[in-house]
């Protein structure tokens, strides 16, 4: 089993996904897989990623049609072997060759379920400008409010085996609505550091065409009535 899995999806990502897959291969810590989940891609995006094996033989590729972004995910989650899982669309990058060693050698409890740091915004979005560091330390009150990029955070893989993967009704925002899954129900530790650059253009610059802005009430009730109860009950079995 590998240390980690990062996971892709793509589809007719020709112009950029080189320049995501080379930020990968010069990772100094190289116990990691990729896996490429693509969409049907027809403009020789697939021939770029099987050039890659010279390089890096440790990639796995599925081309099937899917249902969106956050399908392709979950079919990555399922393809993966590594312990912990990390997202990065295809036109992203790691934001230097040590990301993957500083994770590495993070100290990680049991009860820790996910390593977070922060992102580097490439072009405006409508939640961040180019040139910011997004955004720091989140604890569950932020996190009612705005989400943590999918390209910052690292997850344990069983998280998604004991409390389910990305919901489809949500094809844009899918990532804020797992992240209040999960950060109500495990630990977490954030580092102070850089981890990939995120270019904008894609489905997550737009969160405000996602239908998760009809559920975010009922979704925010769940997220603090989980994160309580278990602070709860690490009270108590510690007393």
Request: hydrophobic fraction near 35%.
């Amino acid at each position: 089993m590998s240390f980690l899995s990062v996971i892709i999806p793509t589809y007719n990502s020709s112009e950029t996904i080189e320049r995501c897959l080379n930020s990968l291969i010069c990772q100094t810590y190289q116990k990691f897989e990729i896996c490429v989940l693509d969409g049907g891609s027809s403009d020789g995006t697939i021939a770029k990623v099987n050039n890659f094996h010279d390089h890096f033989k440790n990639i796995k590729i599925v081309s099937e049609p899917d249902k969106g972004v956050y399908d392709a995910m979950n079919k990555g989650i399922d393809l993966a072997e590594g312990k912990w899982l990390y997202f990065m669309g295809s036109d992203d990058e790691i934001f230097d060759k040590d990301v993957f060693l500083d994770i590495s050698n993070t100290p990680v409890l049991k009860k820790h379920g996910i390593i977070y740091g922060n992102t580097y915004i490439s072009d405006d979005t409508s939640w961040a400008k180019a040139g910011q560091v997004y955004d720091g330390y989140f604890d569950i009150k932020k996190l009612l409010t705005k989400n943590i990029c999918h390209q910052a955070i690292f997850y344990r893989k069983e998280l998604f085996q004991r409390f389910g993967k990305y919901k489809l009704q949500y094809p844009v925002c899918g990532d804020w609505e797992i992240n209040l899954r999960f950060f109500s129900k495990t630990d977490s530790i954030y580092l102070d550091r850089i981890i990939a650059k995120f270019y904008g253009g894609g489905l997550s610059s737009k969160p405000e065409n996602d239908p998760i802005g009809h559920d975010l009430k009922k979704l925010r009730q769940q997220a603090l009535k989980d994160y309580y109860l278990r602070k709860i009950t690490s009270f108590f079995q510690i007393a």
